[in-house]
């Protein structure tokens, strides 16, 4: 049963979908189940994929990686997403400009931030 704010994943044509409204039983692209995405929380290897949040004035300031991860058109940061109990804000990024975003938000608030590469999936800062 599909849950609020799962992501999926069709290995097939490359879909990537967000849980808006929960309770289908599966999720089919192609003709096959998607995957649903597990969050990663460790880095893995080479590249740096863990959303790196800094508080500002107006809000959050989010790069992901503690180096920079490539915006190649091959290999890049697809979105960034900060998620409150009430709210999902998402920047969609282009990969001619850096990966981070700035999201106008108030601090005091409970927020998760999570990324998702094209190539290694969805990612949480713990």
Not at 72 to 79: D, G, L, N, S
Not at 93 to 114: H, I, M, Q, S
């Amino acid at each position: 049963m599909t849950q609020l704010r799962e992501v999926y994943k069709c290995e097939i044509c490359g879909n990537v979908i967000e849980i808006l409204h929960a309770g289908a039983p599966a999720l089919v692209c192609c003709k096959q189940p998607m995957d649903k995405l597990e969050l990663k929380v460790e880095e893995e290897g080479q590249e740096k994929h863990l959303p790196v949040v800094e508080e500002t004035d107006e809000g959050l300031l989010i790069k992901v990686g503690s180096v920079a991860h490539p915006m190649e058109e091959k290999h890049y940061i697809q979105f960034i997403e900060v998620l409150t109990s009430e709210q999902v804000l998402r920047a969609e990024l282009e990969t001619a400009g850096p990966a981070e975003a700035e999201f106008k938000l108030d601090t005091d608030l409970d927020y998760e931030v999570r990324a998702y590469c094209n190539l290694h999936g969805l990612w949480k800062t713990v």
